[in-house]
């Protein structure tokens, strides 16, 4: 069983449209993460949840908004697609808030190509 | 700028040579941890090592922390062709509840 997926796992479109990619993770953790990592591989955090609470706001535009229903999903929402954001996403998990005493699991990737 | 650097940015190696990547941070950590990431797939956890341990193994690899120059590496003893991956270290910042993650080292392993 898979322990986070993320769907859909590539996703084309065109500038300006709306999008979502979501996640879902079966291991009981209490916090999940979107991530996203640019063309160089440098992996950045967005934002990060504990029990549906929105913790971690890493300065990311307004066009992104997460959702998270219950703590086993994660779902991220990008209004107004740009140039920009063309990137892989990752969605994670981990128990504790940060991971810090535990390791992040993580899901996939969505590839997203903004045209 | 960045919290955690990795260095070399690639290393090309001949399988069954053992192979060493570096992180440098630059404030206090709760702890570090590896990551490896296979072309096209999400990151799987390695190792964690926690600010009051100096070293740490889990079978080939090996992790050492030098909290007083800020920086860590990973060796892999005995390399083999499925490790070829990139390797992240991710620092764990006081009360900042995220982990920062380097560029990461790109490890070629060549059979």
């Known amino acids: 069983d898979t322990a986070v997926s993320q769907t859909p796992k590539y996703l084309v479109t065109q500038m300006g449209n709306d999008k979502s990619i979501k996640c879902e993770q079966n291991?009981?953790?209490?916090?999940m993460y979107w991530y996203k990592q640019d063309s160089k591989k440098f992996l950045k955090i967005m934002f990060s949840?504990?029990?549906?609470?929105?913790?971690i706001n890493e300065t990311v535009p307004n066009r992104f908004s997460p959702k998270s229903p219950d703590k086993a999903h994660l779902n991220l929402h990008i209004n107004s697609l740009e140039l920009g954001d063309s990137a892989v996403y990752f969605c994670?998990?981990?128990?504790?808030?940060?991971?810090?005493?535990?390791?992040?699991?993580f899901g996939p990737g969505t590839r997203l190509t903004v045209l | 700028s960045q919290q955690g650097e990795e260095d070399p940015q690639a290393l090309s190696i001949q399988e069954g040579e053992n192979a060493t990547m570096n992180c440098s941070y630059k404030?206090?950590?709760?702890?570090l941890q590896w990551y490896r990431q296979n072309s096209g797939r999400g990151l799987v956890h390695l190792i964690l090592?926690?600010?009051?341990?100096r070293e740490k193994h889990s079978g080939r690899l090996r992790v050492t922390l030098d909290t007083s120059k800020k920086s860590s590496s990973l060796l892999i003893t005995a390399s083999r062709a499925a490790d070829t991956a990139s390797y992240f270290c991710?620092?764990?910042?006081?009360?900042?509840?995220?982990?920062?993650f380097g560029q990461g080292t790109r490890l070629t392993i060549n059979p």
């Open positions: 404030t206090s950590i709760n702890n």
């Open positions: 991710a620092t764990d910042l006081v009360r900042a509840q995220k982990l920062v």
């Open positions: 090592i926690r600010s009051n341990e």
């Open positions: 291991l009981g953790h209490d916090t």
């Open positions: 949840y504990n029990n549906k609470e929105l913790i």
């Open positions: 994670a998990s981990s128990q504790d808030v940060g991971g810090l005493n535990n390791e992040q699991f």
